[in-house]
């Protein structure tokens, strides 16, 4: 099973502002889904080719220390759910992370 987990700046949705959702997308075996971060940012804001926030932006650490936060409870959430030995996917990992069901019980 591979599990991976990518933060990226959504491209495909941007607002009337012209800022671009950052999200963090889960695989799970070539299942993917996304999970939003509620952080909005220009692309000039967004390092694409080392996936963070630029130093140049006003609260780049704030939004790491965020990302970082976030990463940390997914690896979390699917550590407990590997140490089950229960079969489990993409929807598992991200209902329990959005608190929609608890599978780690």
Not at 12 to 28: A, E, F, G, M
Not at 43 to 51: F, G, V
Not at 62 to 67: F, H, P, R, S, V
């Amino acid at each position: 099973m591979v599990i991976t987990f990518k933060v990226f700046l959504d491209e495909r949705r941007q607002k009337t502002d012209r800022t671009y959702p950052l999200k963090i997308r889960v695989n799970v075996d070539r299942k993917q889904k996304e999970i939003p971060l509620n952080i909005y940012l220009l692309k000039n804001d967004w390092d694409k080719k080392n996936n963070r926030v630029k130093a140049s932006y006003p609260n780049a650490n704030l939004i790491a220390q965020k990302i970082s936060k976030t990463l940390s409870k997914l690896q979390a959430i699917t550590l407990k759910l590997e140490a089950q030995d229960k079969v489990f996917g993409v929807d598992n990992i991200v209902d329990t992370f959005l608190n929609k069901k608890d599978y780690t019980i």
